[in-house]
């Protein structure tokens, strides 16, 4: 390839101009291209989407990774989410400033920090001179010998591959559901293995299908939420890269439940890798008829087209994601109408998340009884945790829902650092603020965790041990709110910004109770009246802060002091 | 209008023809985008690629003046597919045997050649506007402005009869009128053919109306005479005329023959706001009242009749053209003409208007509605011919193709298009008047394809010499893909280019309507001299007073 | 079953009292049926609603957080509230955020129809309490040179109004924004000149601003001439369209137009030069005296009396030496009916010919 001249923009308009969801691969590949995205490539794209351009310009400009300058992909972009802060993401950054590095939020590599996105590829390190190309870490064996769901044959050699999923059962399910089960068989099975959404709103994912199933409209579509944008989250890559036709495998079955013949991946831009090994999966499916036409030689049909994200947290949202695959402004969408009925091109869609789906495979071949046993206290099922920050042992672990959450944090993963004590922990990534003191008695379940003021959504959590500042804490998360704010809704658009003024001292009263008073007042607004999650949940993070360290907001904003022991 | 503007955002599929409404009626193409929005298909037909075209879901940029053998085609292709309404042919037509049989020869293959686009996108333009329901047709001067005017219409007519998309919501077939009251001058009985109300001057019980509440028994009956013939008559039958605000000399064709012609009457009295190109070569000039100063009422495109109100005094001593004329009137014993007010001059119309007969001044005031309001309770007619056809059928017209009164040749090898742009108006009597309008269009250019601009030795701002058989004008070359090859465009806004010096190679045989659109020119480099140095904004033209 | 019969079924309680709603509307309709003053500061009623000010939240029955009533359908059966005393707080909270995103409230209402609706609403909320300080959002645009619409985005409050009243209604799309969240910024394309975008200047955004940001430029120009503004509702001099405006004056001054929002031709739209191009009927080049014309082809001011007996003089001699059949009269497409209808009779009551034209045939 590289032998050969780079190709025309005509030749890529041609490419994608009559392929479903036609924008976002088009401006990669012209990105790509050109390393940055020129008015003359803006214009052509224009032109062959009939996007006016004014509305091409903008969207464009809501992604963080596109760049509009020359040789602005090849520049270093480097991770300051709050876990690399942590482990010196801001140090590399200075570091890296000659090269023209600039800062990106959350890569979702929180298990080895700290990554970096150049051109094509993901680089991890903690100092510019170990800069390095890295597989994905592979989650351990299980510490707790539970039985496992999604990861029970993660750890085998080549499960990657075709020859590898199908050596250790893979598509047996969806060969036994199109050859032996109707969809309303299927729809069954689902719905009674009580599978809820695991991107964090837990939803029936049965319910959901079956309402799809039930809508009027063709074509449907499966869409994966692979934009695993929350930080402190990982555990979808964990699956894609060492996983893939497990989460194809689901799609394919949820397609085959609902009646879709399309299925999308919405694949977040920070994992350029994973995005390799899906399109490589995905070729292999065809080439096996596991996908396409006639699968498995009878009459089901069902394609999946992937495709890459720009560098948008919001785009996780499911409104905001089907906008962005349809080369819209990524707003999010008012609702209702709900996905189920009017999603991608407003035609009844599912919108799944990677490891709902991944999820599916295992529940057909073992039943839905084995599955729901698989929790603990009567919940259903397991759900991946992300654990990371000051913790000896971070990574990707599949626990039984209802496993306590200091059974996580010290016996399988090692408890914090050698004379340290864990002081906070995140949950639901940032989105659920912290959990400190004796809310950290709960298990992982969301009525336990909800109890305790917070929820456990998609599973990410950050431990924070005694030396940290947690009002510094606070500010990064809200920082990234502020950052991934989509601008449509007041309160979030503005409260976000307001709140992170307010914790690194930029603007705020300096009376401690008039700032409380603000601080609240403003995260009452946006926990009333956002229009989506974000807003909703960006003041978690405050709320539990004023809950949790009073002593520390205290110190901060009287005496100005940093919060460090 | 057969139907309404709020109708614009209705129809399944839109076929423009000869309107830039873009430009020239913005507002009124908000409602086709609106349209378009909602899915709906948008043929478009127009030697330039106007903003439309971009749009559109087929563009056939026909050459000028062979609208009439693309219409054909597009009727030879709905029939070829019997995508007819068959049932409105049935009830509502007359002709369609004759007029069917007349079709056969009309192929897009033959289409194509006389129009200079392919038989595929004439096939396709067929196919969506006869599937359309309903399906709307826009056109504009471009239609109207050949010798082949009517027949253009008449065309159009026949579409939209054998698919039957008249008297429905949504569809229809909408002329776009250019000027705010040019509807309503119509409708006054400002126009040789008709009386106030559309009726036609041969119409007996209508003349003995008229010259009775006139007191003229010696009214005539029929004997029209067009705007074209009476401008070629001045020094010969005709030596007198009052203008009431027209820039003729500018506006018209053949600019040369039109001064020449007002140069010769004996007695020239001109109402208007400004001194204009015409004003000059008056007698008498009289100050008007202009728009905001003026209590009155006008009538839009799609027929609704609406209240102008003022808002400020006028400059000066000048007074409203109604007074005007009453007191020349009185002057000449004219009876009827005792109006204290614009409610008497209008009431007085009403009185004698069959379309009007259901409004009057204070119901204007109160709401507006579109004619026919043939009584005090009726509440318009916001959509023409749902039940029938004011003469009963809707008549087929047998039609052919005629060439353009002026072809291209060797000596003249360019065909000339004329239109309006976005930010001027006419003959920028007002919008030259308008501060900032020169912000976005200080001049005017010639619009040429950039492979003829090159093929030419023109650059961007060179001086250009267009010749036609009737005069030249000097202008500024600009090229541009919105032109096709073979084919320049320019607006007769600009006084120092008058475009029109160019023009007028026919006229339409029934309505006497200007071949405007179109002309054979030949281009050439204008000589470097000092002159061409000169701020374009000077008036320049040897035939420039 | 029968429509109305469906009709019939559809209530819902608002504020306690039980309200009748079509299939379709939305609570915010519904609720300004009933004369409801709802706040809000994104909504456009001929736009799609945009949820964006959340201003409008109501309480419903068995929801748990409060819903935007402009884009949350009636129910049967619903019961809603619209102005409890929590939803009031939660109203004059997000006031004072926006208050604290701009450079200034009050603004003249020649900027534009809507200029005057934050001010407003500030003010019905006592919204100037100085809290939430911090960055303003927005930059003004200095270099856009164009003499037609101010670009003072240090208030714009980023509802969109101007972005979706470009597309929905005038269907330029050539409004935009950039980046996102507070650091959200209303532009063209390439962040550039509005004369170098798909902008046709018809001045929708303008008139749809509900701070001002978006401004009149040429109205503008009277704001410190004295008087008080007057508005006269008229119709557009310029294509056949037939658009309503209400006409800007101060005194006996024309100083700008603004569209009428329940125009029926035109809903609130117009283009550049039924927006901009008013001034010629103030423009010092109008004929302000009768002119005759002397030997020597000079034009001569006079008074009405004598030029009228000019001009009927000639038409005299002419009817004498040449008979009727020798005058001939143009009207005018662009004035009045009356002037029109006497054109016609000046020439049939006359003469009794039909030499009467106008230029619809140029």
Not at chain 1, 25 to 41: I, T, V
Not at chain 1, 236 to 242: E, L
Not at chain 1, 528 to 542: E, I, Q, R
Not at chain 3, 166 to 191: L, P, S, V
């Amino acid at each position: 390839m590289s032998a050969h001249a780079a190709p025309s923009t005509a030749d890529l308009v041609a490419r994608w101009r009559d392929e479903p969801a036609p924008l976002l691969p088009l401006l990669h590949a012209l990105h790509d291209r050109d390393g940055f995205l020129s008015e003359d490539a803006l214009r052509a794209v224009s032109q062959a989407l009939r996007i006016p351009l004014a509305d091409l310009f903008g969207t464009v400009t809501f992604y963080h990774h596109f760049s509009r300058e020359p040789g602005g992909l090849n520049k270093p972009r480097i991770c300051t989410g709050n876990v690399c802060c942590l482990h010196g993401g801001n140090e590399l950054l200075a570091a890296l400033k000659s090269q023209g590095a600039t800062a990106m939020p959350c890569a979702g590599r929180c298990d080895e920090p700290v990554p970096v996105l150049r051109g094509h590829e993901q680089l991890v390190g903690t100092s510019a001179t170990s800069l390095a190309a890295k597989p994905t870490p592979l989650p351990a064996p299980n510490p707790g010998g539970c039985e496992e769901c999604i990861f029970e044959s993660i750890r085998e050699p080549g499960r990657a591959t075709l020859e590898g999923y199908r050596r250790t059962g893979g598509y047996e399910a969806l060969s036994k559901a199109v050859r032996e089960m109707t969809p309303t068989q299927l729809l069954a099975l689902v719905t009674e293995s009580k599978l809820a959404g695991r991107g964090g709103a837990g939803f029936p994912t049965g319910v959901k299908w079956q309402a799809v199933a039930d809508a009027p409209g063709q074509p449907k579509s499966i869409v994966c939420n692979a934009d695993e944008g929350e930080p402190g989250c990982f555990k979808d890559r964990a699956i894609m890269d060492y996983d893939p036709h497990a989460l194809l495998e689901g799609m394919a079955l949820a397609g085959f439940a609902t009646g879709a013949p399309r299925g999308f991946i919405y694949l977040r831009y920070e994992y350029p890798e994973t995005f390799r090994i899906l399109e490589r999966a995905i070729a292999e499916a065809e080439k096996a008829g596991l996908l396409g036409v006639n699968i498995l030689g009878g009459v089901f049909n069902f394609t999946i087209h992937l495709r890459r994200g720009a560098g948008a947290y919001i785009c996780g949202e499911e409104g905001s994601l089907l906008n962005s695959l349809e080369g819209k402004h990524p707003f999010p969408r008012n609702k209702p109408p709900f996905p189920v009925t009017h999603g991608f091109e407003n035609l009844p869609t599912a919108v799944n998340n990677v490891e709902t789906l991944a999820s599916v495979p295992p529940i057909v071949r073992k039943g839905a009884a084995w599955y729901r046993g698989l929790g603990r206290n009567a919940h259903a099922g397991t759900k991946l945790i992300s654990l990371s920050g000051d913790i000896q042992h971070p990574g990707n672990y599949e626990v039984p829902i209802g496993l306590p959450l200091k059974t996580l944090l010290h016996d399988w993963a090692g408890g914090p650092q050698t004379g340290r004590t864990i002081q906070a922990v995140t949950m639901a990534g940032l989105s659920g603020g912290f959990l400190a003191g004796d809310a950290l008695d709960c298990t992982l379940d969301e009525p336990s965790i909800r109890g305790k003021g917070s929820f456990l959504g998609a599973g990410g959590i950050i431990v924070f041990d005694d030396s940290r500042d947690m009002v510094a804490a606070a500010h990064a998360a809200m920082e990234f709110f502020a950052h991934e704010s989509c601008g449509k809704c007041f309160p979030c658009r503005i409260g976000t910004q307001r709140l992170t003024e307010r914790l690194n001292g930029e603007a705020g009263p300096s009376d401690l109770a008039a700032w409380t008073q603000e601080v609240r007042d403003i995260g009452t607004v946006m926990r009333a009246t956002s229009a989506c999650g974000l807003g909703m949940a960006a003041p978690f993070v405050t709320d539990s802060l004023l809950k949790f360290f009073p002593e520390q907001v205290d110190n901060y904003v009287v005496s100005k002091e940093p919060n460090n022991r | 209008m057969s139907n309404p503007l709020a109708d614009m955002a209705k129809p399944d599929v839109i076929f423009c023809i000869g309107t830039n409404m873009t430009e020239c009626h913005p507002v009124a193409a908000t409602g086709l985008k609106k349209a378009m929005a909602r899915g709906a298909k948008l043929i478009v037909a127009d030697p330039r690629r106007i903003k439309l075209a971009e749009l559109a879901d087929v563009y056939l940029p026909i050459r000028v003046g062979s609208d009439v053998a693309l219409l054909l085609a597009m009727a030879h292709v709905i029939e070829r597919e019997g995508l007819m309404n068959r049932a409105f042919i049935e009830h509502r037509t007359a002709g369609w045997e004759d007029f069917r049989r007349n079709l056969k020869a009309f192929t897009p293959e033959w289409a194509a050649a006389i129009c200079e686009v392919p038989a595929a996108d004439i096939e396709r333009a067929g196919l969506i506007y006869g599937r359309g329901r309903p399906a709307a047709i826009y056109y504009t001067l471009g239609i109207t402005e050949h010798i082949c005017g009517v027949d253009n219409v008449q065309s159009l007519c026949n579409l939209a009869l054998m698919t039957g998309n008249l008297g429905v919501e949504g569809g229809g077939i909408n002329p776009m009128r250019g000027q705010n009251n040019i509807q309503g001058c119509g409708d006054c009985g400002a126009e040789t053919f008709v009386f106030p109300g559309s009726v036609k001057i041969d119409d007996v019980a209508a003349r003995d109306k008229f010259a009775n509440a006139y007191q003229r028994p010696d009214l005539d009956l029929g004997q029209a005479m067009t705007k074209v013939t009476g401008l070629q008559e001045c020094g010969k039958s005709i030596h007198a005329m009052l203008i009431d605000g027209e820039n003729t000399v500018v506006s018209d064709p053949d600019r040369n023959h039109c001064e020449h012609a007002l140069k010769s009457l004996d007695h020239l009295v001109v109402i208007d706001i400004f001194m204009t190109e015409t004003a000059k070569l008056a007698h008498v000039v009289l100050p008007a009242t202009a728009w905001a100063e003026t209590d009155g009422v006008a009538c839009n495109t799609e027929r609704r009749v609406q209240r102008l109100r003022a808002a400020v005094p006028p400059p000066g001593e000048a007074k409203p053209d109604w007074w005007i004329i009453a007191e020349i009137a009185k002057r000449l014993g004219i009876p009827g003409f005792d109006f204290q007010s614009p409610a008497d001059v209008f009431n007085e119309l009403c009185s004698l208007s069959p379309t009007y007969g259901g409004l009057d001044w204070e119901r204007v005031s109160r709401e507006s509605l579109n004619w026919p309001v043939p009584t005090k309770d009726h509440p318009g007619t916001p959509i023409l011919h749902t039940e029938g056809f004011t003469n009963g059928r809707g008549r087929f017209m047998v039609l052919g193709y005629r060439d353009p009164a002026e072809v291209v040749d060797d000596a003249f090898p360019v065909w000339l298009t004329t239109g309006r742009r976005l930010q001027s108006y006419h003959t920028r009597t007002q919008t030259g008047r308008a501060s900032g309008i020169d912000y976005l269009l200080s001049e005017e250019s010639l619009e040429v394809n950039p492979a003829d601009a090159e093929a030419w030795g023109f650059l961007d701002g060179d001086w250009a010499i267009v010749t036609s058989r009737r005069g030249e004008v000097k202008i500024k070359v600009r090229s541009t893909d919105r032109s096709p090859r073979g084919t320049v465009f320019a607006s007769f806004s600009f006084a120092d280019v008058p475009v029109n010096n160019l023009t007028g190679s026919g006229y339409d045989p029934t309505t006497h309507t200007a071949e405007l659109k179109v002309c054979a020119v030949r281009i050439e480099r204008a000589p470097v001299t000092l002159e061409s140095a000169h701020d374009p904004r000077e008036p320049e033209n040897a035939h420039a007073r | 079953m029968s429509a109305t019969a469906t009709e019939r079924e559809l209530t819902m309680t608002l504020d306690g009292e039980a309200v009748g709603f079509r299939a379709g509307e939305t609570i915010y309709q519904v609720a300004q049926r009933t004369k409801k003053s709802i706040p809000t500061l994104c909504y456009d009623e001929r736009l799609e609603a945009f949820g964006a000010c959340r201003l409008c939240v109501v309480e419903v029955d068995g929801v748990k957080a409060p819903v935007a009533s402009c884009t949350t359908k009636a129910t049967a059966g619903m019961v809603v509230r619209t102005d409890s005393p929590i939803i009031e707080k939660y109203r004059k909270t997000l006031l004072e955020l926006v208050v604290s995103e701009n450079r200034e409230v009050d603004v003249s209402p020649l900027r534009g129809f809507a200029s005057q609706e934050f001010t407003t609403l500030v003010d019905r909320y006592g919204a100037r309490t100085g809290r939430f300080k911090g960055r303003q959002s927005g930059t003004s645009n200095k270099t856009d040179d164009n003499p037609f619409i101010l670009r003072d985005y240090d208030l714009c409050i980023s509802c969109y109004r101007c972005v979706r009243v470009c597309a929905e209604q005038e269907g330029d799309y050539a409004i935009t924004m950039m980046n996102r969240g507070f650091g959200t910024q209303i532009t063209t394309e390439f962040n550039g000149r509005l004369k170098d975008s798909a902008c046709t200047f018809c001045g929708q955004c303008v008139q749809t601003c509900p701070t001002g940001a978006l401004a009149d430029k040429k109205a503008l120009r009277a704001a410190d001439l004295p008087g008080e503004i007057a508005k006269t509702r008229t119709i557009c001099p310029y294509c056949g369209v037939g658009c309503s405006v209400d006409l800007l004056t101060k005194g006996d001054r024309l100083i700008g137009v603004q569209p009428a929002m329940d125009g029926p031709a035109n809903q609130g739209a117009l283009c550049i030069k039924g927006q901009f191009a008013f001034d010629f009927v103030q423009h010092d080049d109008r004929l302000k005296k009768p002119l005759v014309r002397q030997p020597d082809g000079s034009f001569k001011e006079t008074e009405w009396d004598e030029a009228l007996d000019l001009a009927a003089a000639g038409f005299r001699r002419s009817l004498k030496e040449h008979g009727r059949r020798s005058i001939y009269g143009i009207a005018s497409g662009r004035a009045p009916h009356e002037a029109a209808y006497s054109m016609q009779k000046f020439i049939r009551a006359g003469f009794g010919t039909h030499y009467i034209d106008n230029c619809s045939r140029a």
